[in-house]
């Protein structure tokens, strides 16, 4: 498990280098084509339409599932300027619900919920957003406790 702790690591840092570097738009508009063109890849191949090992592309530590994750992000640092109250909240909370999300999908997963459970095309987004809401109560509540709060926040 120790290269998984280290792949969660090098989000953490991978995140903070997006953060802080600033990149063309050319750049960031390129690598959003191509976290959306990864998107549509492996929605094909899950549908055996690219006939392939599934697996090998949903991984967290895959190749594709990194760049999917670049191009997110370099998308909402691009593009979304004023993020409301409700999303104010989730950023301010990210960090934490980084730190818990993986807890909270394998509890979920352990309970018999899987994104395939129910037909793939509503489960995974079901699925997402289920972990990300579960995952913003319970930072939200860690954050009201003195001690924690300056870890959670």
Do not use: E
């Not at 109250?85 to 980084?98: A, E, K, Q, T, W």
């Amino acid at each position: 498990h120790f290269a998984d702790t280290a792949s969660f690591i090098c989000y953490f840092v991978l995140g903070h280098y997006l953060h802080t570097t600033n990149f063309s738009k050319r750049m960031s508009d390129l690598v959003i084509m191509l976290g959306i063109i990864v998107c549509i890849f492996i929605a094909l191949a899950k549908c055996n339409v690219i006939n392939t090992s599934f697996v090998v592309f949903y991984h967290f530590n895959s190749l594709l599932v990194l760049l999917q994750s670049v191009s997110v992000f370099l998308f909402a640092k691009a593009y979304i300027k004023d993020v409301g109250p409700v999303l104010s909240s989730f950023s301010r909370f990210s960090f934490g619900i980084y730190l818990v999300h993986m807890f909270v999908l394998y509890s979920v997963i352990d309970l018999g919920f899987t994104p395939i459970t129910i037909n793939p095309i509503m489960g995974v987004p079901l699925m997402t957003v289920f972990v990300l809401f579960i995952s913003f109560v319970l930072i939200t509540i860690l954050s009201r406790v003195n001690v924690l709060n300056r870890w959670v926040i």
